[in-house]
C-alpha cells in the first residue's frame, strides 16, 4: 500500500514535536465494569528528546506506551505522530505507521525464536518493502553497532539475556524509525547486561536520536533527559533532568 | 500487492521448516484420506465396468421377444388368442424392420441328452440364425468358430457349445473335431465359447448351453415356431422405432392390436442397460460421499494443528503486527502452511492409491466370481479432477480459519506483560 503523504519521512512536525498528546484518554470497556486507564494525559516529546515515564503498577503507563507505539488507538483526544495524526487510520495502515515511525523494545526482548539473530532484524525491513541485499547489509550494520557482529547467525536461545535485547534494539533501529519506545528494556536482566542496555541507549540519545522509555529502575531513569510520571491515568509529574 | 506476496512467502518459507512432527502426522491423515477416497472411486469404477461389460455379455442394445397372448379385441378377433412367431416370419420381419440391424430367430430345446464316448448329460440346445455368434457375443476360443451362413443354408449338424457345457461333457479333451450326439444324432463340435460374464439371461446362462443352425434344428425336431425372436439396433437410442417397427409389422401379419403389450412386451436392454449406468453412477457418487468424509477427517485434523500452531505463535504473531506487519501477512503464510499439507498429503495419497491399484490389477482374478464381478480397481482423470478439488477447497478451509483466528491477535493484549 503506497499513499505518498505518508510513507514520505517527515521527521516531526514543524515545530518538532515528534509526539504530541492532547487530552488522550483510554477507557477498556469489559461489558459490566468500564475501566478508564487514561483519563486526559497530554504529552509532548521533541525531536531528540530522551524521555523516562514512570508510575507504579497499574498507573496507566503500559496503555500509554501502546498508544504511543499505535499499538492500540485512543478512546478521546488527539495524538499527532510526526506530525501525522493517527486517528481514523485502519489495521494495515497502523501497522505501516508502526513500521515506519516507532521501534520496539520489550522486556522479555520479543525476538522471533525460530530465526538467527541476522534475520529478526531483517524482519521489520522485510514488512517495509525494503530489497533483499539492502536488508541484510543494514542488518548486518546494526548488529554490529549494538557489538553483535560476530553472532549474526545464532538463534535467540544460543544468545543471552543481555545479547538478545541488543538484537532487540538493533531490529528497533532498523527502520531508522522516528522514535524508540522501550518498555522496562532492563526488566528481566542482571545488572551487568542491564547496564550495558542502558549505556547503549544512552549512546543512541548521544547519537540524536528520540527515546520513550517506561521503567520502574530508578537508575535507567536517572539516565534520561526528562523524567514523566503517571498515576492514576494522569500525568502528575514532568521533570527536566539538572544536567 | 508485490511487496505483500514477497513478505508471505519469506515468512512461509521460514515457518515451514518447524514443527516436523506434527506435519508428519498431519500429511499422514491427509495421505490416508486421499487413498481411502482414490481407493474407494477406483474400485466403484471398476465395479462399474465389469457390470456394463457383464450386462453386454449376452449382446448389446439387443430386444428378447417371446410368444404373446391377446389381451384385446381386434377387428372382430377375440382376445386371448396366443401368438407366436414362425420360421419364415424372419424375412418378413426383416423387411419390415429398417431401425434394427439384426434380427433372428431362436428354438429351444431343454433336456436334451448330449452324449460322447461313455458321457451322457442333458443340456439345452438352441436353434438360432448364424448371426446369433456376433449378436449375442458367442465368440469362438482359438481353434474353434461359430457356423455361418452355409451351416444354415445347408442345415449341417454342427455345434456350438458353452464353455461350461463343453467342460461338462469332454473334461480336459479338446472338443473341436469330436462327434457329439444330440438326442442321438451325431453333430461335430465346431467351436467353444469363450468364458464371458453374463449379468441377464433368459434361458439360463449361454456358457450351460449348446447352439446348432435353426435349420438343423427344425428338421431334427421339426419345429416351425419359434421360442423366440432377438434383434438388435446400432444405438440404445434407435430401440423405440425398432418396436415400433417390431409392433407394427407382427401385428399386420397375426391381426392384433399393435398396442397390445400383452402380445408386444419385450425385454428390452438397451433400456436396462440405462437404469444400471445411472445406478452405478448413483453407487460411485455414494462410495465418493463416504470418501470425501474420510478426507474431511484428514482436514479438521490439518485444521486442528494449524489452531495449536497459531495458539502457540500468538506472541509471535503479535511481535510481526508490532513491528509492521499487515494482516494478511500474518494469514497468507498459515493458508499456505495449512494448503500445503494437504497437497503435500494428496501427493503421497496420490503414489500409495497409484501403486495399491497396480497391485490389485496384477492380482489375477479369473476363476473367483466374486472377485471377478468387483472387477479391477481403476483410476480415471475424472476420479483426479474430483479429488484434487476436494483435497484444494479442505486444504484451504483447514488453512483458513486458523489463519483468521491468527488474525485477530490483539497485539497490545500479547505484548504486555507475562
Known amino acids: 500500500m503506497n499513499w505518498p503523504g505518508r510513507t514520505k519521512k517527515n521527521t516531526g512536525s514543524s515545530n518538532g514535536h515528534i509526539i504530541e498528546m492532547r487530552a488522550i484518554t483510554k477507557v477498556y470497556d469489559t461489558g459490566k465494569i468500564k475501566v478508564e486507564a487514561l483519563r486526559g494525559i497530554d504529552l509532548v516529546v521533541d525531536k531528540g528528546e530522551f524521555v523516562a515515564v514512570v508510575g507504579p503498577s497499574g498507573s496507566g503507563k503500559s496503555t500509554l506506551l501502546n498508544l504511543v507505539g499505535c499499538l492500540d488507538t485512543p478512546s478521546g483526544g488527539t495524538y499527532m505522530l510526526g506530525g501525522e495524526a493517527v486517528a481514523g487510520l485502519d489495521r494495515d495502515q497502523l501497522a505501516d505507521v508502526r513500521n515506519r515511525r516507532v521501534g520496539f523494545v520489550f522486556q522479555n526482548f520479543n525476538l522471533l525464536p525460530q530465526l538467527t539473530a541476522l534475520e529478526n532484524v531483517e524482519m521489520p525491513m522485510l514488512f517495509g518493502g525494503i530489497g533483499r541485499r539492502e536488508r541484510r547489509r543494514r542488518a548486518m550494520e546494526h548488529l554490529q553497532r549494538v557489538g553483535l557482529g560476530e553472532r549474526v547467525e545464532h538463534k535467540p536461545t544460543e544468545l543471552s539475556g543481555g545479547q538478545m535485547q541488543r538484537v532487540a534494539i538493533a531490529r528497533a533501529l532498523a527502520m531508522e524509525p522516528d522514535i524508540v519506545l522501550a518498555d522496562e528494556p532492563t526488566g528481566n536482566l542482571d545488572t551487568g547486561s542491564g547496564s550495558d542496555v542502558m549505556s547503549l541507549l544512552s549512546e543512541l540519545w548521544d547519537q540524536g536520536r528520540t527515546l520513550v522509555v517506561v521503567t520502574h529502575d530508578s537508575t535507567l531513569a536517572a539516565r534520561a533527559g526528562r523524567v514523566v510520571e503517571i498515576r492514576d491515568g494522569l500525568v502528575v509529574g514532568n521533570q527536566r533532568a539538572v544536567a | ?418
Open chain 2, 1 to 418: 500487492m508485490r511487496r505483500g506476496f514477497l513478505v508471505i512467502a519469506t515468512l512461509f518459507l521460514k515457518a515451514s521448516s518447524l514443527q516436523r512432527k506434527r506435519a508428519v502426522l498431519t500429511v499422514a491423515a491427509i495421505a490416508w484420506g486421499t487413498v481411502a477416497i482414490l481407493m474407494l472411486l477406483a474400485f466403484g469404477e471398476g465395479l462399474r465396468h465389469q457390470m456394463v461389460k457383464a450386462r453386454r455379455g449376452m449382446g448389446e442394445n439387443i430386444a428378447v421377444w417371446w410368444s404373446g397372448e391377446t389381451s384385446k379385441v381386434w377387428q372382430g378377433l377375440p382376445e386371448g388368442r396366443r401368438i407366436l412367431a414362425r420360421l419364415d416370419d424372419l424375412d418378413y420381419l426383416r423387411a419390415k424392420m429398417p431401425s434394427a440391424t439384426g434380427i433372428l430367430g431362436e428354438m429351444t430345446s431343454w433336456q436334451t441328452t448330449l452324449t460322447w464316448d461313455s458321457n451322457t448329460i442333458t443340456g439345452r440346445v438352441t436353434g438360432a440364425n448364424w448371426e446369433y455368434g456376433e449378436l449375442r457375443h458367442h465368440y469362438p476360443q482359438p481353434g474353434g468358430r461359430f457356423f455361418n451362413a452355409h451351416d444354415e443354408r445347408d442345415k449341417r449338424r454342427v455345434i456350438f457349445l458353452g464353455n461350461q457345457l463343453a467342460e461338462d461333457i469332454f473334461g480336459d479333451v479338446d472338443p473341436v473335431g469330436e462327434i457329439l450326439q444330440v438326442a442321438n444324432v451325431p453333430y461335430l463340435v465346431i467351436g467353444v465359447m469363450q468364458p464371458k460374464l453374463q449379468m441377464g439371461t433368459y434361458k439360463g446362462p449361454d456358457e450351460g448351453g449348446a447352439v446348432i443352425p435353426i435349420t438343423t434344428f427344425a428338421a431334427q425336431w421339426s419345429r416351425r415356431w419359434l421360442n423366440n425372436v432377438v434383434f438388435k439396433v446400432a444405438e440404445a437410442d434407435d430401440m423405440p422405432s425398432a418396436r415400433e417397427e417390431f409392433a407394427q409389422a407382427l401385428s399386420a401379419r397375426y391381426r392384433f392390436d399393435p398396442t397390445d403389450e400383452q402380445v408386444t412386451g419385450l425385454w428390452d436392454t438397451a433400456e436396462g442397460g440405462k437404469t444400471l449406468a445411472s445406478e452405478m453412477r448413483a453407487f460411485q457418487i455414494f462410495l465418493g460421499i463416504i470418501g470425501a468424509l474420510t478426507l474431511l477427517v484428514g482436514g479438521i485434523g490439518v485444521a486442528n494443528i494449524m489452531y495449536a500452531v497459531v495458539k502457540e505463535k500468538t506472541r509471535e504473531i503479535g511481535v510481526q503486527m508490532a513491528i509492521g506487519a499487515h494482516r494478511s501477512w500474518i494469514t497468507g503464510p498459515f493458508v499456505l502452511q495449512g494448503m500445503t499439507y494437504t497437497l503435500l498429503g494428496g501427493a503421497f495419497g496420490l503414489v500409495i492409491a497409484i501403486v495399491l491399484v497396480l497391485g490389485f490389477q496384477a492380482v489375477p482374478v479369473e476363476h473367483n466370481e466374486a472377485i471377478e464381478f468387483l472387477g479391477k480397481p481403476t483410476l480415471s482423470v475424472e476420479i483426479a479432477v474430483v479429488t484434487a478439488a476436494l483435497l484444494g477447497f479442505i486444504g484451504i478451509l483447514a488453512g483458513y480459519f486458523p489463519a483468521r483466528r491468527a488474525a485477530s491477535v490483539d497485539p497490545a493484549e500479547t505484548l504486555r506483560y507475562e
